[in-house]
């Protein structure tokens, strides 16, 4: 006959408050990945769908759309934009320079159909016409504040590269695998 030995000293019950930190590891992770998951969408999707993201530098379109805003932008034909369409197109005479502004108008020049444009905090329309061929950015919807971030973001990306990022996400993962492990 066998006899079984309880080692009462070995059993310990489980703190009353486990589910807390349990509850508050789980909002933290999900906040983190809906993070990380907005990320890489506003950096992954312009290469797979139809949008481009701009961030406003200047308080030319305030208040409807404030200093620090995301833009997100579709796709759409110059033949379809009119008036009161809200456009992100190359500045003339300035190469690289990307600008968020209002349709003014649609004029007949001798080379052919133009935007007027003008910031909505302007007084007046711009100097300069945007030619209405091709394609271009039709603004579609804007994000207030979401500019700052994604604009910090591109300038590190951009400094560091990308395996700078990846060693960042690598460690901040490892941290929290760390932090996870609990020692007996």
Not at 55 to 84: C, D, F, H, K, N
Request: hydrophobic share 50%; proline share 8%; aromatic share 8%.
């Amino acid at each position: 006959m066998s006899t079984a030995v309880l080692d009462v000293r070995a059993a310990r019950p489980a703190p009353a408050l486990s589910l807390a930190p349990a509850a508050v590891r789980l909002v933290v992770k999900a906040s983190l990945g809906v993070v990380l998951l907005a990320l890489v969408t506003l950096v992954v999707g312009p290469r797979m769908y139809p949008f481009e993201s701009f961030y406003v530098r200047s308080g030319s379109m305030s208040p409807t759309i404030p200093v620090g805003a995301l833009i997100i932008a579709t796709r759409a034909p110059a033949a379809q934009l009119g008036e009161g369409d809200v456009i992100v197109f190359q500045r003339p005479g300035r190469p690289g320079t990307m600008v968020v502004h209002r349709i003014y108008a649609v004029v007949q020049t001798p080379t052919g159909r133009a935007f007027m444009t003008r910031g909505d905090a302007n007084p007046g329309p711009d100097d300069w016409m945007v030619a209405a061929t091709g394609d271009g950015w039709r603004a579609e919807y804007s994000i207030a504040r979401a500019g700052f971030t994604v604009g910090w973001l591109h300038a590190a990306l951009s400094r560091r590269g990308w395996l700078g990022a990846f060693a960042i996400v690598v460690a901040v993962c490892a941290l929290i695998s760390i932090w996870q492990s609990e020692e007996p």
